[in-house]
């Protein structure tokens, strides 16, 4: 098991409308699995802005690029440290990253574990039809100050150009047409939920799809 502060909800803007039914190349699926204190397990709402959850309870996360896309998915914990969750290391995009396979936070067989302290998470989710050169290289800096624990205010600095360039992404998604969310179900993890259907959510786009995830526990 791996220790976890935290529990995931979608934000409002993770909504099933018909907006640009058809539109769109790119094709990203995910889901977030929750699985309480007796064992049973489910997935989470999309549809509710905050989702409650117990301290001790369990989550997992799904994602699968079903078309060539980049997946950048950014923590920022409730006491403001950030980290990157997903990809490890940026170089897994040239060696071993694949369209069509399917990953598993934090792995297939195991899940995070919701601890104290209460209190306030962002996940920022971005996916791209593109590297973001820019992106990476402001998480590089930022992730280089912390493991060398360089002065605070740089430290801070750091930490908001970050977030400032995940805004800069997140309207140019918005403002971009074409844009549709819906909900399907996920074959590739029904086994871990006793054969019961998996609903997750395909985001199809034409550059950058992006959304907030923010998490009360």
């Known amino acids: 098991m791996v220790m976890f502060t935290v529990i995931f909800i979608f ?12 539109a769109g190349k790119a094709v990203f699926r995910y889901a977030f ?5 007796e064992g049973n397990a489910a997935t989470i709402d999309y549809r509710q802005r905050i989702t409650d959850m117990q301290t001790g309870e369990r989550i997992r996360v799904y994602m699968e690029p079903v078309t060539s896309v980049y997946i950048y998915l950014v923590h920022v914990s409730s006491g403001g440290e950030l980290s990157l969750l997903f990809p490890a290391a940026f170089g897994f995009f040239s060696e071993d990253y694949e369209t069509g396979a399917t990953y598993y936070l934090p792995s297939e067989d195991r899940w ?13 989710l971005i996916v791209s039809t593109t590297r973001l050169p820019d992106l990476e290289s402001l998480l590089d800096d930022y992730l280089e ?9 740089d430290t801070a600095d750091a930490r908001q150009d970050v977030l400032d ?12 047409a074409g844009k549709n969310l819906k909900p ?4 590739g993890v029904v ?7 998996v609903s997750g959510v395909e985001a199809r786009f034409t550059d950058v799809y992006a959304t907030t995830i923010r998490i009360r526990h």
């Not at 409002?12 to 409308?17: E, M, Q, V």
């Not at 360039?165 to 971009?176: D, Q, S, T, V, Y």
């Not at 399907?184 to 074959?187: D, L, N, R, S, Y």
């Open 11 to 22: 934000s409002a803007s993770i909504c099933f409308s018909e907006q640009g039914v058809g």
């Open 33 to 37: 699995l929750a699985s309480d204190n």
């Open 112 to 124: 995070y574990i919701l601890k104290d302290p209460p209190g306030i998470e962002e996940f920022h």
């Open 145 to 153: 100050l912390m493991y060398d624990n360089r002065h605070e205010t």
């Open 165 to 176: 360039e995940i805004r800069h992404l997140a309207k140019r998604g918005n403002m971009l």
């Open 184 to 187: 399907v179900p996920i074959a």
């Open 191 to 197: 086994r871990a939920f006793d054969e019961r259907p």
